[in-house]
């Protein structure tokens, strides 16, 4: 017996013997294994292979998230280090450092 018969069967149980509260559950248990089943298999999920396709795409993610978090370090350090340097040379310049030089 498959689960669409299985949920059919439930189903006639409920509406000839009344809907008690296990008969409501073993429904709603064997609907939600049944639509689970559907979306992954619509996703290409189904097949034996899908642990591993999940794993991989998760360590892409991992990895993008952290190139991501690499660029957004190393451009705000050259910011920092641009500025800085803008700064010394502010500073040089106030003080003279260029007539010193000549």
């Known amino acids: 017996m498959n689960r669409e018969d299985l949920l059919a069967r439930l189903m006639a149980q409920a509406v000839s013997e009344g809907s008690e509260l296990v008969t409501l559950r ?3 248990e064997e609907t939600s294994e ?19 396709d999940i794993d991989e795409l998760r360590e892409l993610l991992r990895a993008w998230r952290d190139a991501k978090a690499s660029a957004w ?30």
Not at 34 to 52: C, P
Not at 76 to 81: A, G, K, Q, Y
């Open 26 to 28: 073993a429904i709603v």
């Open 34 to 52: 049944l639509t689970t089943g559907r979306v992954l298999a619509r996703l290409g999920l189904s097949d034996a292979g899908a642990q591993e």
């Open 73 to 102: 370090k190393a451009i705000v350090d050259w910011v920092v280090r641009a500025a800085l340097a803008l700064l010394l040379i502010g500073i040089a310049v106030r003080m003279g450092v260029a007539e010193l030089l000549q």
